[in-house]
């Protein structure tokens, strides 16, 4: 008698574990896909004030405009590569018209293009924001599945990549306590 | 009143709280020998020590806690007996320990730096009773602030010192060391990475270490409330301030300290 109820607890504790690590599994998966949603939803944001951006500059300097505007590609279901990608190519296109702002004080003093400028400032810290949070969820996922002993129902889940930062602005981020 | 006035009712009312002590004192002791006596002495002893320190607040500490903050606000309003609405602290969740009371007073309201303030010190205590006797613990005393700020958030972010909360899942960040330091919570993890950079974390801790004490923080919506657990009254005046400038310094003393841990914060945002 005492065995059969031993058995049963050892079964009933085994199987919550289970159930437990797939869900554990499943809502991480879940927490990334909502976190690289973050990333596409702040990436949209910063393109539409980049363009709108671009528009004001080439109010003011279409011909130097021209040199440096580029076609981005933002689309919905990219990979993390595209994306970063589009990431890069904003950064460049960003830096292009602060530059071309130097040069055209009226520009630059303009109240749309200062709005705009504080727009694009919010996107991007709402962006830094979502891929350190993309990346926390993805660090979390690749060290479950290969944890002992949830990674023996890892199965073929494998790990998952990091939103890499742009290799011009990667920097070391030292805090110091 | 000018500051020798100032200061010669400082030790009038002093002599006659000491007077009041002592009187007390001399009270609970006679009682042991002659009740007769010694409880109207100790009762009269109560009374003139309660007396004199009101009437230093009155004429002493409130004039020269308004002439403190003059020295830091161009436009502030000084309230002795007032503080934030009551539901206040309830409403923002800033994981306060638990309590069933609550007193505060010295509510102060001003601009600082450009950002719209409100101070007032806060007293939290839990009573209970056990059948035979009223059990009294003070869980928290110190400054509790209000600042506005412009960071764009949908949702509260809470962090405070580690505390056990069973209902609530801390948000980990990629800082080892603040995670084993502090708890964040929040409905958005979004949020709480977004207000949580690198920069404002090192303020955070910054922060903590200057305080000395546990501190409590919740980023809302268009406001910082921030609250020091430093077991301190501001601008309450006790028998060692001798005179105007004693008293001065001391008030001086507990704004630097709250603006210090505030523009650490404030920093941090930028």
Same mark, same amino acid.
């Given at each position: 008698m005492y065995i059969v109820i031993a058995i049963a607890v050892v079964v009933l504790v085994v199987v919550v574990w289970l159930i437990s690590t797939t869900n554990k599994f499943k809502r991480l998966e879940i927490k990334i896909d909502e976190a690289r949603s973050d990333i596409e939803v702040a990436l949209e944001k910063?393109?539409?004030?980049?363009?709108?951006?671009?528009?004001? /500059?080439?109010?003011?300097?279409?011909?130097?405009?021209?040199?440096? /505007?580029?076609?981005?590609?933002l689309r919905k279901g990219m990979s993390l590569k595209d994306l970063a990608q589009s990431d890069n190519d904003m950064s460049e296109m960003q830096s292009g018209l602060l530059a071309l702002a130097e040069s055209?004080?009226?520009?630059?003093?303009?109240?749309v293009f200062i709005e705009l400028q504080d727009g694009i400032r919010d996107a991007e810290e709402h962006l830094q924001a979502a891929r350190r949070v993309y990346n926390s969820n993805v660090t979390a996922y690749n060290t479950a599945i290969v944890m002992f002993p949830a990674s023996l129902l890892a199965g073929g889940r494998g790990a998952k990549d990091f939103y890499e930062a742009d290799e011009k602005k990667h920097e070391d981020v030292k805090m110091q306590f | 009143m000018n500051e020798k006035n100032l200061n010669e009712v400082i030790k009038s009312e002093n002599r006659k709280r000491l007077i009041g002590i002592i009187l007390v004192v001399a009270g609970f002791i006679g009682f042991m020998f002659t009740p007769i006596v010694g409880a109207p002495l100790a009762i009269i002893g109560f009374f003139l020590a309660i007396s004199a320190t009101n009437n230093l607040k009155n004429k002493v500490? !409130?004039?020269?806690?308004?002439?403190?903050?003059? $020295?830091?606000? =161009?436009?502030?309003?000084? $309230?002795?007996?007032?503080?934030?609405?009551?539901?206040?602290?309830?409403?923002?969740?800033?994981?306060?320990?638990?309590? !069933?009371?609550?007193?505060?007073? &010295?509510?102060?309201?001003?601009?600082?730096?450009?950002?719209?303030?409100?101070?007032? &010190?806060?007293?939290?205590?839990?009573?209970?009773? =056990?059948?035979?006797?009223?059990?009294?613990?003070?869980?928290?005393? +110190?400054?509790?602030i209000e600042a506005a700020y412009d960071k764009d958030i949908k949702t509260p972010v809470t962090v405070a010192k580690?505390?056990?909360?069973?209902?609530?899942?801390?948000? =980990?960040?990629?800082?080892?060391?603040?995670?084993s330091r502090f708890n964040v919570y929040s409905d958005s993890e979004h949020d709480a990475f977004f207000i949580l950079t690198?920069?404002?974390?090192?303020?955070?801790?910054?922060? !903590?270490?200057?305080? +000395? &004490? =546990?501190?409590?923080?919740?980023?809302?919506?268009?406001?910082l409330y921030f609250a020091i657990d430093n077991h301190h009254n501001n601008f309450e005046?006790?028998?060692?301030?001798?005179?105007?400038? &004693?008293?001065?310094?001391?008030?001086?003393?507990?704004m630097d300290y709250i603006l210090e841990v505030l523009d650490e914060l404030l920093e941090g945002l930028d």
């Open positions: 910063r393109y539409d004030m980049l363009t709108k951006m671009l528009d004001v /500059a080439k109010g003011y300097a279409k011909h130097e405009t021209d040199t440096f /505007a580029k076609v981005i590609n055209y004080p009226e520009l630059k003093s303009s109240e | 500490g !409130n004039t020269l806690a308004r002439e403190v903050l003059g $020295e830091y606000f =161009d436009d502030f309003t000084y $309230e002795p007996e007032g503080y934030f609405n009551e539901h206040l602290f309830d409403d923002v969740d800033m994981a306060l320990p638990g309590y !069933n009371r609550l007193s505060a007073n &010295d509510f102060i309201t001003a601009t600082y730096k450009d950002h719209k303030l409100k101070i007032c &010190d806060l007293n939290l205590e839990e009573v209970y009773n =056990d059948g035979k006797h009223t059990h009294t613990t003070t869980v928290f005393q +110190g400054p509790f580690d505390k056990f909360t069973l209902f609530k899942k801390s948000i =980990d960040t990629e800082s080892e060391e603040f995670n690198p920069h404002m974390m090192e303020r955070i801790a910054k922060v !903590n270490d200057l305080a +000395g &004490d =546990d501190i409590f923080i919740n980023f809302n919506v268009g406001k005046l006790d028998m060692s301030q001798k005179s105007v400038d &004693d008293i001065k310094q001391d008030f001086k003393k507990d």
